[in-house]
């Protein structure tokens, strides 16, 4: 399955991403994730995408698609896949249209993950990742580690997203509406997109996800 997650930021895709990809058992593609570890080892990509993602702004298309472009080549899109944050605009969204059309593939569906506003706000503002692995996440209150500052899962050390700041969550929401919104009208005419609330224990979100892709298969 080829399938595209979107959501406002702190909805739970990357969440979701890391239970519906070993469901379904395809790769988990986090152009966020790509981001941050070019960041963490210094490559000149990470240091362009730096400063756009300090700001709360998307980093330009002709870097960011072809970053996910290779890492699509690299997982073999024929195999399936799940889009975490990518496409982002409707220029993202019309290459990756080309890039799959050029293999004579296409996407099954996108899934939305409905979070109120002030939902969103409490999940980034006490979200924690680990260093070690971007699939671990965890929330100080949702989702406490045992030992704090400590991933449960690796023993990886815990940290909180420089861009998860009140103000800059405030600029990463206003280009979600204006950016990103815009794609999920661009999907629903080609009828994709299922919309599933976001609400609830990660389990039942997960639950509730694998149902609708089900029901899209
Ligand atoms: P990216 O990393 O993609 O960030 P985002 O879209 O803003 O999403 P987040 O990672 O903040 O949230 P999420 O929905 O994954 O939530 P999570 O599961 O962590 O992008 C960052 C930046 O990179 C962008 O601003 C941009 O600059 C750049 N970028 C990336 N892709 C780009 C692209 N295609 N084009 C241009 N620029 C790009 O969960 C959040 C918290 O909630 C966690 O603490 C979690 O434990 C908790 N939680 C999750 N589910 C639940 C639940 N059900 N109940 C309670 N708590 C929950
Ligand atoms: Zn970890």
Avoid: W
Avoid at 16 to 39: E, M
Avoid at 166 to 178: A, C, F, K, N, P
Avoid at 183 to 199: C, F, P, R
Wanted: glycine share 10%.
């Amino acid at each position: 399955m080829r399938i595209v997650l979107v959501g406002p930021p702190g909805a739970g895709k990357g969440t979701q991403a890391a239970y519906l990809a070993k469901n379904l058992a395809i790769p988990h593609i986090s152009t966020g994730d790509l981001f941050r570890a070019n960041i963490s080892q210094g490559t000149p990509l990470g240091q362009k995408a730096q400063e756009y993602m300090r700001a709360g702004q998307l980093v330009p298309d002709e870097v960011t698609i072809g970053m996910a472009k290779d890492r699509m080549d690299q997982a073999d899109a024929a195999g399936g896949f799940l889009l975490d944050g990518f496409p982002r605009n409707l220029a993202q969204a019309e290459a990756l249209d080309a890039i799959l059309k050029a293999d004579g593939l296409k996407l099954d569906g996108v899934l939305d993950l409905e979070v109120p506003e002030d939902e969103v706000v409490k999940r980034i503002a006490g979200r924690r990742m680990c260093r070690k692995d971007s699939s671990h996440i965890f929330h100080v209150i949702y989702n406490p580690p045992k030992t704090e500052g400590v991933c449960d899962a690796c023993g990886g050390e815990l940290y909180q997203r420089e861009d998860d700041s009140e103000e800059t969550v405030r600029r990463r929401l206003e280009v979600y509406h204006s950016e990103t919104e815009p794609i999920i009208d661009y999907y629903k005419a080609q009828g994709l997109v299922v919309t599933i609330s976001a609400l609830g224990k990660v389990a039942e979100v997960t639950e509730r996800a694998m149902a609708a892709l089900e029901r899209e298969d």
